[in-house]
């Protein structure tokens, strides 16, 4: 299996997070010519990524991907059969994703003071604590996200607040967790399951390449 992103994307790294976690062999590379190359729009016409490309399966959009790799590799589901438990892992995911991430990336350039839209970072602050204030009410933290057992939930969480926690600060934002227990206790347990704590690490790498350019 091929998956075209880079690790930073909190897109690209919940498939790679999914597929570790799966044990789906795999193979993380960027299109040789870019992503708005004609042979990369030929796998997917928006120019994003990630990218799968399973046998003669090329699939883009990273949710599509989720279920795809959940449905064809059944061993460690991350979609729970329960029907509470996966709607409650779903929600989780959707709150993170939509509630959280949007207001994020936003803040990246506004770390300089002197050069920063203060409206535009207090406006996102306010939504980023308006989702994290849902979200401490429904995770569970024991150890994952949604339960127990590592879910769909985790994939969308894990970057969002890596992402969280590296943006936050340089906009003036001591704690990105807002002395949240469960979400602190929640990121002080996944930093030491080995897949996520291997694809934070990875993520951090990214980060740092990126922001040397």
């Not at 570790?20 to 016409?45: E, F, Q, T, V």
Request: net charge positive; charged share 25%; hydrophobic share 45%.
């Amino acid at each position: 299996m091929d998956i075209y992103g880079v690790m930073y994307s909190p897109f690209t790294a919940r498939v790679v997070l999914a597929a570790r976690h799966k044990g789906i062999k795999h193979k993380l590379s960027m299109p040789k010519d870019g992503l708005k190359s004609p042979a990369y729009l030929k796998l997917n016409p928006l120019g994003k990524a990630p990218v799968m490309k399973d046998g003669a399966t090329v699939l883009f959009e990273s949710g599509v991907i989720l279920e795809y790799l959940d449905a064809k590799y059944k061993k460690k589901r991350i979609v729970p059969s329960n029907v509470k438990a996966m709607a409650q892992a779903r929600l989780l995911a959707a709150l993170f994703a939509e509630y959280v991430q949007p207001h994020i990336f936003p803040l990246w350039g506004q770390a300089d003071p002197a050069k920063r839209d203060q409206a535009l970072v207090d406006a996102k602050l306010v939504e980023i604590n308006k989702g994290l204030d849902i979200i401490e009410g429904r995770l569970k933290a024991s150890p994952y996200a949604a339960g127990d057992k590592f879910t769909i939930a985790d994939c969308y969480a894990v970057p969002t607040l890596f992402w969280l926690q590296a943006l936050l600060p340089p906009v003036g934002v001591a704690d990105p967790l807002g002395g949240r227990k469960k979400l602190s206790k929640y990121v002080g347990k996944v930093r030491k399951d080995k897949v996520i704590g291997g694809v934070l690490t990875e993520m951090a790498e990214g980060l740092k390449q990126l922001q040397s350019r």
